[in-house]
Nanobody, 124 residues
Framework: QLQIAESGGGLVQPGGSLRLVCAAS????????LGWFRQAPGKERELISC????????NYADSVKGRFSISRDNAKNTWYLEMNDLKPEDSGVYYC?????????????????WGKGILVTVSS
């Protein structure tokens, strides 16, 4: 089986932190760029962060720069999104996704594998 799945979502207070985890099964991540996407209520899904296959390049949406951090652990076939100083506008369904390619910057249209999504709610 080739699939990925998110975990770590839930309800958190504004200003709090949460770490999302994506675990891949059935394939190694070595040649994949890995991303996190978010779909807020009433909005289109957008790329939040991307890390390339080597882990050297990391990109973040302007709205989360300085607050979120993406990382990967190829040995564990997992990647992470550390979210800090969470705001209500960070609420939404978060998706992890993987894109096979050495030069990928996680374009949504080209992602090869998607998780089912996990809900993050930031509310007091």
């Amino acid at each position: 089986q080739l699939q990925i799945a998110e975990s770590g979502g839930g309800l958190v207070q504004p200003g709090g932190s949460l770490r999302l985890v994506c675990a891949a099964s059935g394939f190694p991540l070595d040649y994949y760029a890995l991303g996190w996407f978010r779909q807020a209520p009433g909005k289109e899904r957008e790329l939040i962060s991307c890390i390339n296959n080597s882990g050297v390049m990391k990109n973040y949406a302007d709205s989360v720069k300085g607050r979120f951090s993406i990382s990967r652990d190829n040995a564990k076939n997992t990647w992470y999104l550390e979210m800090n100083d969470l705001k209500p506008e960070d609420s939404g369904v978060y998706y992890c996704a993987a894109d096979h390619g050495l030069f990928s910057q996680c374009p949504e249209w080209d992602m090869d594998y998607w998780g089912k999504g996990i809900l993050v709610t930031v509310s007091s």
